[in-house]
């Protein structure tokens, strides 16, 4: 298993994010740091078809507990990614410079976020980069049991609509493999990117 680390520096400009995504490459990295950018072998990714839907969370769908929306409220949900406590990490890699940059992507159409809304509140949700017929994401929150899941289920059929034909998942979590996200080859990754997002 290669961990993908392939350069260390530059800054995180409108240009050099678009690039590295178009190319599979991610920047992750600690406060204080200069940027580490990323591109994992294996890669752990979603094909929209293979969406796991339990029987709990599509009665949770159906009721009307939480209400979906996207893109309403970008910077909320990226603040809330970066405070969201992460079991057995010290702190978060969204620093401000990220939190910046990213709104910029928002500001020019790449950067888009999933929310779930219960009783007139951001209780969960998710951000990350859509290119073409890809979607990168990069991190979510929840502050109510299942929304963040409840975001995500509904941006993934969103994305189906959209003809989006993979969700890159970046590393591995028991969260996401609950859902249908599994492992391939970064070599096929990469062909897939290809294919599907236009220089």
């Known amino acids: 298993m290669d961990d ?3 350069a260390i520096g530059g800054d995180l ?3 050099r994010l678009v690039l590295a995504y178009e190319n599979g490459i991610f920047p992750w990295y600690s406060e204080g740091e200069p940027p580490l950018w ?3 072998d294996p890669r752990f990714v979603l094909y929209p ?3 796991k839907v339990s029987k709990s969370m599509k009665q949770i769908l159906r009721s009307d507990k939480f209400e979906f929306r996207h893109n309403t409220a970008f910077e909320h949900v990226i603040r809330n ?3 969201a406590p992460r079991p057995g990490q010290d702190g978060t890699w969204i620093s401000d410079d990220v939190v910046n940059a990213y709104m910029n992507m928002h500001k020019h159409g790449y950067a888009h976020s999933a929310e779930a809304w219960e009783d007139g509140k951001l209780v969960g949700g998710l951000y990350g980069i859509l290119m073409d017929r890809i979607f990168f994401g990069e991190s979510m929150f929840s502050h109510s049991s299942n929304s963040s899941k409840f975001a995500f289920i509904n941006w993934v059929q ?3 609509s959209l003809n989006v034909q993979l969700i890159d998942c970046q ?3 028991e969260h996401l493999e609950s859902l249908g996200a599994k492992m391939i080859p970064r070599t096929h990754f990469l062909e897939i990117l290809k294919k ?3 220089k």
């Open 13 to 15: 400009s409108l240009e």
């Open 4 to 6: 993908g680390l392939l």
């Open 49 to 51: 078809e293979e969406l």
């Open 171 to 173: 590393v591995y979590t």
């Open 38 to 40: 990323w591109c994992p």
């Open 158 to 160: 969103y994305l189906k």
């Open 81 to 83: 990614c970066k405070n």
């Open 196 to 198: 599907n997002i236009a």
